[in-house]
Nanobody, 125 residues
Framework: QVQLVESGGGLVQAGGSLRLSCAAS????????LSWFRQAPGKEREFVAG???????TYADSVKGRFTISRDNAKNTVYLQMNSLKPEDTAVYYC???????????????????WGQGTQVTVSS
């Protein structure tokens, strides 16, 4: 099990940028697949971006070209750089982790065992 703590959320105007960070405890960070999810008011939590063990990345179509996920195994941290933000990006953002023996993407909420507490991102128009 790994403990996750997100930071970096806040209020930003449309077109602006934010960088979210998710710091993980534990010494086996490199064996975890990592992802960012988000949940807007009244909506289900949805996949945003994910990283395999080796650092290959995948994105939801709604954020492709605007968001960038990256991981730093030496710092036990995964990041989400968010550019060209839109009001519809407003949500609570969560990082998620799961141990994996395979260099695979995991896009489903049910596939993750460990979650952070979430950080609020609000984009004003």
């Amino acid at each position: 099990q790994v403990q996750l703590v997100e930071s970096g959320g806040g209020l930003v105007q449309a077109g602006g940028s934010l960088r979210l960070s998710c710091a993980a405890s534990g010494r086996t960070f490199s064996t975890y697949a990592l992802s960012w999810f988000r949940q807007a008011p009244g909506k289900e939590r949805e996949f945003v971006a994910g990283s395999t063990l080796s650092g290959s990345y995948t994105y939801a179509d709604s954020v492709k070209g605007r968001f960038t996920i990256s991981r730093d195994n030496a710092k036990n941290t995964v990041y989400l750089q968010m550019n060209s933000l839109k009001p519809e990006d407003t949500a609570v953002y969560y990082c998620a982790a799961r141990g994996s023996a395979f260099d695979s993407y995991y896009r489903l909420e049910s596939q993750y065992s460990d979650w952070g507490q979430g950080t609020q991102v609000t984009v004003s128009s």
